[in-house]
C-alpha cells in the first residue's frame, strides 16, 4: 500500500470517526440525591462529612463515571425534588436505598417518564439502611408488577447472573441477604442459584427497569468478608448497556 493511499484512508477513517462522534450525544445518567439517598452523595458538596465516606463516595463516583463512560453516558446529580422538567432530557434515572418519602407529584413523574420510554435502575437493601415505611419506592414500582418484600433471610455470601438479556455470561456478584422482589423476570440469585435479588422488566413503550435488593454489587464493593474478585464493574457495564440501549 504506497502511503499516499495510507493517508487519504487514514483521513477518511478519521472524518466519519469525528462525524459519528458529533452525532452520538452522551446519554444522561440522573443520581437522585434529594431522598437521604444512604452512601451515594456528589463528592464536590460534602463540607462536614468523615474523610473516610468523602474517600469512598470518591472512589464509588470514579468507579461510576467510567462505567457511565464505557456506554457513552455522563453522570448528574437530582437534588431537589423529581419534577417532569426534571426528567425532560434524562437516559436512565439511578435511585439508591433512599430513606424518605417520595411525594405523590413526584411518584407521577417518576411513571410517566417510564411509561414514556425512560429507565430506572433501583436499589433497595435489608431495613439496617432503610425501611419500606421510610421510602414509598413501592409507590414508584407498584404500576409495573414489581415490589419489594420483606428482608431476606439468606445468609449465603456471594451471588451470581443469570445470562441472557442483561448480561451476557453468568457474573460473580457481591450480595449477603438484602430484600424480597416479587414481580419482573429475575437475573440475580445467591451462589446456589436460590432467592432471586435482582430483576428486570421491558415495557410496551420502550421503557426499561431494572429493581434491586442488595445494594453492594451497585457499589462497587468487589470485596466482602474475605471474598474477593466480585464481578461489580462487568456488571454494571451490563445494567447500564441494557438500560441505555
Given at each position: 500500500m504506497?502511503?499516499?493511499?495510507f493517508?487519504?484512508v487514514l483521513l ?7 462525524a459519528?462522534?458529533?452525532?452520538s450525544p ?9 431522598h437521604?439517598?444512604?452512601?451515594w ?14 474517600n ?7 468507579q ?13 446529580y ?8 426534571n ?52 409507590d ?9 418484600g420483606?428482608?431476606?433471610?439468606d ?5 451470581v ?17 438484602g ?6 423476570t ?9 432467592y ?11 421503557g ?21 474478585n466480585f ?9 447500564f448497556?441494557?438500560l441505555?440501549?
Amino acid at each position: 500500500m504506497s502511503c499516499k493511499y495510507f493517508a487519504v484512508v487514514l483521513l477518511t477513517f478519521l472524518f466519519f470517526t469525528n462525524a459519528f462522534s458529533q452525532t452520538s450525544p452522551k446519554k444522561k445518567i440522573y443520581m437522585d440525591l434529594s431522598h437521604g439517598e444512604r452512601f451515594w452523595n456528589d463528592p464536590s458538596d460534602m463540607r462536614g462529612y468523615d474523610q473516610n465516606m468523602i474517600n469512598r463516595v470518591k472512589y464509588m463516583t470514579d468507579q461510576f463515571q467510567k462505567t457511565a463512560s464505557s456506554v457513552n453516558a455522563e453522570l448528574l446529580y437530582l437534588k431537589d425534588k423529581i419534577k417532569p422538567e426534571n426528567l425532560s432530557d434524562c437516559d436512565l434515572l439511578f435511585i439508591h436505598i433512599p430513606s424518605s418519602k417520595y411525594t405523590p407529584n413526584e411518584v407521577k413523574a417518576i411513571d410517566d417518564y417510564l411509561n414514556n420510554g425512560g429507565s430506572l435502575f433501583l436499589v433497595m437493601d435489608e431495613d439496617y439502611w432503610s425501611t419500606l415505611k421510610d421510602a414509598n419506592v413501592n409507590d414508584i414500582i407498584k404500576t409495573f408488577e414489581i415490589q419489594f418484600g420483606e428482608q431476606n433471610s439468606d445468609t449465603t455470601l456471594g451471588g451470581v447472573t443469570k445470562a441472557g438479556f442483561i448480561t451476557e455470561k453468568s457474573l460473580k456478584i457481591t450480595y449477603y441477604g438484602g430484600r424480597i422482589i416479587k414481580g419482573g423476570t429475575p437475573f440475580c440469585f445467591n451462589k446456589n442459584g436460590q432467592y432471586p435479588f435482582g430483576v428486570y422488566e421491558s415495557l410496551k413503550n420502550g421503557g426499561k427497569i431494572i429493581v434491586m435488593g442488595d445494594g453492594m454489587t451497585s457499589l462497587y464493593m468487589t470485596s466482602w468478608k474475605g471474598v474477593n474478585n466480585f464481578q461489580c464493574a462487568e456488571f454494571m457495564h451490563d445494567v447500564f448497556k441494557w438500560l441505555l440501549l
